[in-house]
């Protein structure tokens, strides 16, 4: 329970972040009306909530193996720099991929989060056009 809401926390924080930054990107805090000030509200908020749905998504297609042949691919290149090779070196893509397979990441709080910023950004979006 404590490391979910540690998850959770640390995302939502990262999310904070980049909203911050896009504030000053979208110069909220010098807006003069309070239509423009909605609409830059609206994009500080989208903007991490794409980027975490995005990312979660990420982590749903690795989950299923999308890149498994790219990090087994990558892994052998590595490895023929390597002076002494271990045994463990030797690794077939079949147990490559089992051993993946094994210790799968999850990803629902990308996905809750990111809809929680996005959810907060489409508030905005109507007060925009309402105000």
């Known amino acids: 329970m404590k490391k979910k809401l540690i998850r959770y926390s ?5 999310g904070l ?3 911050l930054i896009v504030s000053f990107a979208k110069s909220l805090y ?14 500080c908020f989208v903007v991490p909530g794409m980027l975490l749905l995005l990312f979660g998504l990420l982590v749903v297609c ?8 790219l990090g087994y691919g990558t892994r052998k290149v590595l490895l023929l720099f390597r002076r002494k090779q271990d045994e463990k070196d030797k690794e ?3 147990d490559y ?15 809750i ?15 925009y056009y309402n105000v």
């Open 17 to 19: 972040a980049i909203a």
């Open 62 to 69: 690795s989950n299923g193996g999308t890149f498994d042949m």
């Open 113 to 127: 989060c990111g809809g929680v910023y996005i959810l907060i950004g489409l508030i905005f979006l109507i007060l």
């Open 30 to 43: 010098w807006q003069d009306t309070a239509a423009d000030v909605m609409r830059a509200l609206s994009d």
């Open 92 to 94: 077939t893509f079949y």
């Open 10 to 14: 640390v995302t939502l924080g990262v």
């Open 97 to 111: 991929r089992k051993r993946k397979q094994e210790s799968k990441r999850s990803f629902a709080y990308l996905l």
